[in-house]
């Protein structure tokens, strides 16, 4: 049984206890979260086997034709100057594609990182947020009770 399944399972609270509103958007809540941080490995290793069959496709095909091909170009008797200036040239390509790849990588380290600094910010914020609303309910419940009291006496 996986640590989600057992997550759920320890998630249900007995019917005689007391709860709250509180309590119950908690809860759900955390269940919704819990779920979906299960299934994110999967999903990731999915989407990544996906890929990597995608790119050994693609590596399949130019490998698959080449013993075609080589027969077919070496026919066409094109020079060596010209065959080495096209590597040249599919070099450059290939490094300016490769550059761009490290450049994606980086730019979603980074995006990442910005992200998960924003969410720790308002984290903070909302601590700070929750506990001056904290204080300000026990003010507001001092006053009610102050005034209920002048209004007893």
Same mark, same amino acid.
């Given at each position: 049984?996986s640590?989600?399944?057992?997550?759920?399972?320890?998630?249900?609270?007995?019917?005689?206890?007391?709860?709250?509103?509180?309590?119950?958007?908690?809860?759900?809540?955390?269940?919704?979260?819990?779920? !979906?941080?299960?299934?994110?490995?999967?999903?990731?290793?999915?989407?990544?086997?996906?890929?990597?069959?995608?790119?050994h496709?693609?590596?399949?095909?130019?490998?698959?034709?080449? !013993?075609?091909?080589?027969?077919?170009?070496?026919?066409?008797?094109?020079?060596?100057?010209?065959?080495?200036?096209?590597?040249?040239?599919?070099?450059? !390509?290939?490094?300016?594609?490769?550059?761009?790849?490290?450049?994606?990588?980086?730019?979603?380290?980074?995006?990442?990182?910005?992200?998960?600094?924003?969410?720790?910010?308002?984290?903070?914020?909302?601590?700070?947020?929750?506990?001056?609303y904290?204080?300000?309910?026990?003010?507001?419940n001092?006053?009610?009770?102050?005034?209920?009291?002048?209004?007893?006496?």
């Amino acid at each position: 049984m996986s640590i989600c399944v057992l997550y759920v399972l320890s998630e249900n609270t007995s019917n005689d206890s007391e709860i709250s509103i509180c309590d119950i958007m908690k809860n759900r809540t955390s269940e919704i979260v819990k779920k !979906i941080e299960c299934q994110l490995p999967l999903t990731v290793q999915q989407y990544s086997d996906l890929y990597t069959a995608y790119l050994h496709s693609i590596d399949d095909v130019f490998g698959t034709c080449y !013993i075609s091909q080589k027969e077919f170009f070496d026919k066409l008797g094109i020079s060596q100057g010209a065959l080495r200036n096209f590597d040249k040239y599919l070099e450059s !390509i290939s490094k300016s594609y490769q550059n761009w790849i490290d450049l994606s990588s980086k730019y979603g380290q980074d995006y990442v990182q910005t992200r998960l600094s924003m969410i720790k910010s308002s984290d903070q914020f909302i601590h700070m947020a929750m506990d001056s609303y904290a204080k300000m309910l026990v003010k507001f419940n001092e006053m009610c009770n102050s005034n209920t009291r002048k209004l007893v006496k």
